[in-house]
């Protein structure tokens, strides 16, 4: 069986948690993982199942050079540099190119760093089923979260047949579906068919350049960076990322594939979209109000229900008859807004630069 | 004429400031004077009318130990140490004995530190005028401020004809009116013969002792004071306090004297009762949001309209989409509540208590 790698796209910015998030301070290095940042959590879920130095992470100069401290202990030997910001598909390419010179065998599974996914056992049962999938199929495999309930916010894998009736969690996929609207949603898991895209992918180097096919622009780009990887051009690598197309994997890829396999994940996921996520992946009192809080931070709340905390350092955040609030606290900056428009931050991000206090962002 | 002395009450310790006030940091030691502490305001207001070594404050003892961080500069020898709370009776005799037993023809005026007074020039020919009807008539005289609504807060003094025809804002005080409900104050807006009651007064050492007579304990305990001052005896002193009934200056003294002045005043005036009161003394927005910032704190409000907000030190609140909220944001606390629950933070404090949490209050 081929070695598996692990890539960890850490390049996101994350507007929808200002101010916790910052540009230099990125969705995923919140300690949005119950106190650890979401990078740290990403890299700590792959232990025992892929080795270090073969954990990767793809992310921007800013970042990389942020990373000693967010991720300490993490080599920098195993960290991609993207040269810009190039969406995703270039960013795939980059990793498989810079794995596949040193690892031609390698399978590889691309995850993202910002998602929170428990407990870590079952993920890694499902990523080592993938991943032999992967390398014995030679196809590309996706993992579909099995819905709790019927989210807007998500995209969708409608799923065909299973791949094996022994093996009912392997299924074929048949269509991927952008975020549906609420009835769209609703009739999605009713059917039973749809899983949550996750954002996981796996399959092998050569399986994945395979893929890359259909979008002409990307498969020269991805040669390109295999070649100059394969002789250590760092220039060359570099220029071809750059005449990459800017495009997602899922576009250009994944949903373009003529054959990918899903598996289904009956796992708690949560794509932290938002600071409603906390409702989920916070802690709870017995009014509603849910609260991540991070390095002495604390919640008092009285005659207050159903806000949403989020308070890093060692402040106390009193709720006093207030409801549906989401109140983020953190060293330099306070924020209030409703519940209902917690996934609207990036309005108040806009504002925020617009009135010239772009130290703030 | 009587020299003039002024006695600043800073005793108090305003739960409804909380989290920005707590037991060490009263609300007269929060930069709600445009920045500077109250009781600093209230030192500055009597520069130029009121010599420094005439100038007093009393307060209790923690909080004179606090003194020279907040008001520096302001003498030792100047505070009178109250040996405990015991309401504004006793404190008023203390200072009053204080006083007297060095300079027994003194006119004391007594102040309140945590009110907001503006302008200083017209505050201060108040002052100036009131002391002289005092010194002269050997009456007390109280400051009414001309209502500018009909305010449920506050009390209320009726006036009756003016001392004097040719001065028709010196007027004889009918009577004290507790906080009224809307209905009435409405009637005492309307009437014109009302004002606010302003909790500052004056009279002459001699005046302010003999209207203590209507309440035996109080007089006894208060010729004990003067007696104890006179031979210096420290102890004496805070054994006859002791002995003062818990008393307001206002019910003891002001309200049962037979005649008492007051002086009409037009002044920007407030109590600086709750949060609230930054709609009054605070920055305003085109939005009806107000705000009261120091320390280099800063409001971002984008779709927010008719918010309060304090805060303090180098952070930005930012609202977003809210709409009659008081926010608050100190070094290690946040508070968010209604603006129509700014006057019950009693509410929370007692929370805040039973919650265990005294480390916050």
Excluded at 43 to 55: F, H, K, N, S, V
Excluded at 65 to 83: D, H, K, N, S, Y
Excluded at 93 to 100: D, E, P, V, Y
Aim: hydrophobic fraction near 50%; proline fraction near 5%.
């Amino acid at each position: 069986m081929s070695s598996l790698h692990a890539v960890i796209m850490a390049g996101g910015s994350g507007t929808r948690f200002w101010p916790a998030s910052r540009s230099a301070r990125p969705k995923q290095f919140l300690p949005l993982a119950r106190g650890r940042p979401l990078l740290q959590a990403a890299i700590d879920r792959l232990e025992g199942l892929c080795a270090r130095e073969r954990t990767w992470i793809v992310t921007n100069a800013a970042q990389a050079r942020a990373l000693p401290t967010v991720v300490p202990g993490f080599p920098a030997a195993q960290v991609i540099v993207e040269p810009e910001a190039r969406d995703t598909a270039p960013c795939v390419a980059l990793a498989t190119a810079t794995i596949a010179a040193r690892d031609p065998g390698a399978t590889i599974a691309v995850l993202p760093a910002d998602h929170v996914i428990e407990p870590v056992d079952a993920f890694q049962r499902l990523l080592a089923r993938g991943s032999a999938l992967a390398a014995d199929d030679r196809t590309l495999v996706t993992f579909g979260i099995a819905p709790t309930f019927a989210a807007t916010g998500y995209g969708y894998i409608e799923c065909g047949e299973p791949l094996d009736q022994q093996e009912p969690q392997a299924l074929r996929a048949r269509r991927f579906r952008e975020k549906p609207d609420r009835a769209t949603a609703e009739q999605f898991v009713a059917a039973g068919t749809f899983l949550w895209h996750s954002g996981i992918s796996v399959g092998t180097a050569a399986a994945i350049t395979a893929a890359m096919a259909h979008n002409a622009g990307l498969a020269a780009a991805a040669a390109r960076m295999l070649a100059a990887c394969q002789r250590q051009d760092r220039d060359a690598v570099t220029r071809a990322f750059l005449r990459a197309p800017k495009t997602s994997i899922d576009f250009a890829v994944m949903e373009q594939a003529s054959q990918v396999a899903v598996v289904r994940a009956a796992l708690r996921w949560d794509d932290v979209g938002s600071f409603r996520a906390i409702e989920t992946i916070g802690e709870h009192d017995g009014a509603g109000n849910a609260a991540l809080l991070a390095g002495g931070a604390g919640v008092l709340a009285c005659q207050a229900a159903h806000n949403i905390v989020y308070a890093e350092g060692a402040r106390t955040v009193a709720l006093f008859g207030v409801q549906d609030l989401v109140v983020v606290a953190v060293g330099d900056a306070v924020l209030v807004c409703p519940r209902e428009r917690a996934a609207d931050l990036k309005t108040l991000v806009e504002h925020v630069k617009a009135s010239g206090r772009t130290d703030l962002l």
